[in-house]
């Protein structure tokens, strides 16, 4: 290798000592919950399609009428001439059913969370958030210069303190930023207590509701919808079973990212399919009520199970259970157990998470059956109790 990519050679090399490296993995999808990858069929524990949409026939119906309709691409930036009516017809529809005067379209959650805080900031500024959002949000916060403090996981004791510090100090702005349901570890934030935070100490609530969009909330439309929070991200990969993703805020809020979000200005807008697709998804989810509460029912006792044969699921209370087992090595262990067995519960390890936290995230769908859970559940317990098996001649 030439010396001037050696950087490469050796961020690599750290990868593999230490079990972090990574590598693509092409899967075929047969249906919501099963999938074939090298020939072999899994049922998937690690989709965030929690409802099982993205293989609905009306949103590929949906997808396939606004491509006739619209063409393939929207073929330029939303400034330019790649607003459509439809566009517009479904951010207002999104503001509606979140409660805000209005929504604005971004094209994945990354992107949102990226693009958007840098907007809002400057290096004046200070933002709360908390220990353990999503990178899309720390790499939001970073790119702005601002001065940022991570609080303690759900620590709104520690969160309060330092908005009292805070208000003693002349920031030219005060963001508070966390999940609403964090990614892995599928535990909630205390959404009210937050919105009565930042409206006693001035500061901007902005939200990751990207998880609870589709499954938690009035009509599954999230837990920050109709809550009075200042700027919520919703993602469209996840239970909506398409793409993209959406900010819902104020007009003023939507007319000022409009003209100073370069996330927003400098990219081509979403393609008419996708925008079909939502649509869609957005008249099914009043409809999904029965849906949602057997997913909620049958995460609870898979939790309650996992627990029982001693492992521990963190404070998990939603679709997003995982398994902590510390070690990389352990969670790449139980990975691969599981693979032999026909299922995909893929292992997240540093620097997605911790180090020392590494885990099985399970991801629920409202299309698993119990005997998929049952099934994965007997093969987890038999790999956990061959953990502490005595053979003969050790014995």
Request: glycine share 6%.
């Amino acid at each position: 290798m030439e010396e001037k990519f050696r950087f490469i050679e050796v961020a690599l090399t750290d990868r593999r000592q230490h079990q972090r490296f990574r590598s693509l993995q092409s899967v075929q999808p047969i249906d919501a919950v099963q999938i074939q990858r090298q020939g072999k069929i899994l049922i998937n524990f690690s989709s965030n399609d929690y409802l099982g949409l993205s293989k609905h026939p009306a949103l590929i119906a949906a997808a396939q009428h606004y491509t006739e309709k619209y063409g393939t691409g929207s073929t330029a930036s939303r400034l330019v001439t790649g607003t459509y009516e439809i566009h517009q017809q479904l951010e207002a529809k999104l503001a509606a059913a979140c409660g805000y005067e209005a929504a604005l379209l971004f094209n994945s959650g990354f992107q949102a969370n990226a693009t958007i805080l840098p907007a809002l900031l400057d290096r004046q500024s200070l933002v709360l958030c908390d220990r353990l959002v999503h990178n899309s949000l720390i790499q939001g916060i970073l790119t702005s210069g601002c001065r940022f403090i991570r609080y303690a996981h759900n620590d709104l004791t520690q969160l309060e303190t330092e908005l009292q510090k805070a208000a003693q100090k002349s920031y030219s702005r005060l963001l508070i930023v966390t999940e609403t349901v964090f990614s892995m570890d599928g535990d909630r934030s205390d959404v009210s207590a937050l919105v009565q935070l930042a409206d006693r100490y001035q500061a901007i609530l902005y939200l990751d509701d990207a998880h609870a969009l589709g499954v938690l909330g009035s009509k599954g439309m999230g837990l920050a919808a109709h809550q009075g929070v200042d700027i919520v991200i919703g993602t469209f990969g996840k239970a909506f079973g398409a793409f993209g993703a959406f900010v819902a805020c104020s007009q003023i809020m939507r007319d000022y990212l409009v003209n100073c979000c370069p996330g927003f200005i400098y990219t081509t807008a979403l393609p008419p399919a996708v925008i079909g697709a939502i649509d869609a998804t957005l008249t099914l989810m009043p409809t999904l009520e029965a849906q949602r509460e057997a997913l909620m029912q049958q995460a609870e006792t898979l939790r309650q199970q996992l627990n029982a044969i001693g492992l521990d699921t963190g404070q998990s209370s939603t679709q997003i259970i995982p398994i902590h087992l510390g070690p990389e090595e352990q969670a790449l262990q139980l990975a691969k157990t599981l693979e032999t067995e026909g299922i995909l519960a893929v292992a997240i390890r540093p620097p997605t998470v911790a180090k020392g936290t590494s885990r099985i995230r399970l991801a629920l769908s409202s299309q698993h059956t119990p005997n998929h859970c049952d099934f994965l559940i007997q093969s987890i317990d038999r790999w956990h109790q061959s953990r502490f098996s005595v053979s003969p001649q050790n014995s």
